[in-house]
């Protein structure tokens, strides 16, 4: 089968390699943030505004990510890649990368319910210790995050 420069373009973007580039990438930034949280959870000044709006922001990077790697395979198979182009030794990296983006979303997804936990006024939750609620999400976020390779 003659493969197209096209296709030879999308078989590189979509390469298992690209796409551990683009977890190591994500880790990096993750790291960098956990980082940021514990400087920001031991500091007696209150920056509940900042630590939501990281979390936030982070959820909102892992949900595109998870997104976009679930939608990996429905990609292929449009512009005609999956399963012609594929090559026969790595049949598993398209599961690899589903199984990876269910864990990256519902990482986001706890992420984001544990900062509105914290948002939400006392009559749910007593909020006077907002740092163990952030605790508990910088935890979940490195749990999940390195369990999600293995």
């Not at 012609?84 to 598993?92: A, E, T």
């Not at 519902?106 to 319910?113: F, I, R």
Request: hydrophobic share 55%; charged share 15%; with cysteine.
């Amino acid at each position: 089968m003659k493969v197209s420069f096209k296709q030879k373009i999308m078989l590189a973007i979509l390469n298992r390699h690209v796409l551990v580039l683009f977890n190591v990438i994500l880790c990096a930034i993750i790291v960098s943030i956990v980082i940021e949280f514990i400087t920001l959870v031991m500091t007696p000044e209150n920056d509940i505004k900042e630590m939501v709006e990281m979390c936030n922001g982070i959820a909102i990077i892992l949900y595109g990510y998870g997104v976009a790697l679930e939608s990996r395979k429905p990609l292929m198979r449009y512009l005609k890649l999956y399963p012609d182009l594929l090559p026969r030794s790595r049949p598993g990296s398209t599961n690899c990368a589903i199984n990876t983006a269910f864990f990256i979303l519902l990482l986001a997804l706890a992420q984001e319910v544990l900062v509105h936990l914290v948002t939400i006024p006392d009559r749910v939750l007593n909020t006077a210790g907002r740092n163990l609620i952030f605790f508990i999400c910088i935890t979940m976020l490195v749990f999940v995050f390195s369990f999600s390779y293995v």
